[in-house]
């Protein structure tokens, strides 16, 4: 969702442009006679909000994450919901899902799996490692 407006960001409907893209990927996966393990996206609440902050105190900074005369694209709030839609996609349409649901809460990725607020540590990639086992036996 901060990737600039590489998927719609700024226009507020990254989610939709995400889930085409993710749709097109799973499609061409299976057209090659693969199934898709499909891993949920965990939310990085710190690094949007400091991001917000920043631009609502200069929202005229030559950013891409600002979203210049649409700032509220880029609330953090909004950016959870429309992560969490794309989530229930991925679980809803993956052969494989992931579901990293246990990792986060609604401040983000959980501390003890927390490396910088968008990374997993040595724990969050253990747990994620084991998940996948898990999953594909």
Same mark, same amino acid.
Not at 23 to 46: D, F, H, N, Q, W
Not at 55 to 77: H, I, V
């Given at each position: ?58 929202? =005229?900074?030559? &950013?891409?994450?600002?979203? #210049? *005369?649409? +700032?509220? /694209?880029? $609330?953090?709030?909004?950016l ?18 992931? =579901?990293?649901? &246990?990792?986060?809460?609604? #401040? *983000?990725? +959980?501390? /003890?799996? $927390?490396a ?22």
């Amino acid at each position: 969702p901060m990737a600039g407006n590489r998927y719609g960001a700024c226009s507020g409907n990254w989610e939709r442009l995400l889930k085409n893209n993710i749709s097109e990927m799973y499609a061409t996966v299976r057209a090659a006679g693969a199934k898709v393990i499909g891993v949920t996206l965990l939310p990085a609440m710190g690094v949007w909000e400091s991001h917000y902050i920043k631009c609502n105190k200069n929202p =005229n900074r030559r &950013d891409t994450r600002c979203c #210049k *005369g649409n +700032l509220e /694209a880029r $609330n953090p709030q909004k950016l959870f919901k429309g992560t969490l839609d794309v989530n229930a996609f991925i679980m809803a349409n993956a052969d494989i899902p992931i =579901n990293t649901s &246990d990792m986060f809460n609604h #401040k *983000g990725i +959980l501390p /003890a799996y $927390n490396a910088d607020g968008i990374h997993l540590n040595r724990n969050g990639q253990q747990q994620l490692a084991n998940k996948i086992a898990a999953a594909i036996g």
